[in-house]
């Protein structure tokens, strides 16, 4: 099992940019798909991204297709999300989580279900 750490969270204008990172311990982070979640105030936690444990193959959430992008380095055992042209709506606590499935189910699995989940930075996006 892995345990993750978030960092890079933080208050910024709409149209910004916030770089994510997630930092995970265990030898065996290379196995693990990786994903990013987030959750609102009052709303369930949705899926973001997701990558292989390759890095060859990403997934997006529709609402953040084209202005983020999931990246992945195994030497470093880092996750990153680079997030761009943030929105008000993207205001919310944001998950990383790692799971030894395939990344492309990770937005299907129930949360309870995903293997691992870092303890959440949180991402405010106003004027």
């Known amino acids: 099992q892995v345990q993750l750490v978030e960092s890079g969270g933080g208050l910024v204008q709409p149209g910004g940019s916030l770089r994510l990172y997630c930092s995970a311990s265990?030898?065996?982070?290379?196995?693990?798909?990786m994903g990013w979640f987030r959750q609102a105030p009052g709303k369930e936690r949705e899926f973001v991204a997701a990558?292989?444990?390759?890095?060859?193959?990403?997934y997006y959430a529709d609402s953040v297709k084209g202005r983020f992008t999931i990246s992945r380095d195994n030497a470093k055992n880092t996750v990153y999300l680079q997030m761009n042209s943030l929105k008000p709506e993207d205001t919310a606590v944001y998950y990383c989580?790692?799971?030894?499935?395939?990344?492309?189910?990770?937005?299907?699995?129930?949360?309870?279900?995903?293997?691992?989940w870092g303890q959440g930075t949180r991402v405010t996006v106003s004027s």
């Open positions: 989580a790692a799971d030894p499935r395939p990344a492309g189910v990770i937005a299907r699995l129930p949360r309870s279900e995903i293997r691992s």
């Open positions: 265990g030898r065996t982070f290379s196995s693990y798909a």
């Open positions: 990558v292989t444990w390759s890095g060859d193959r990403t």
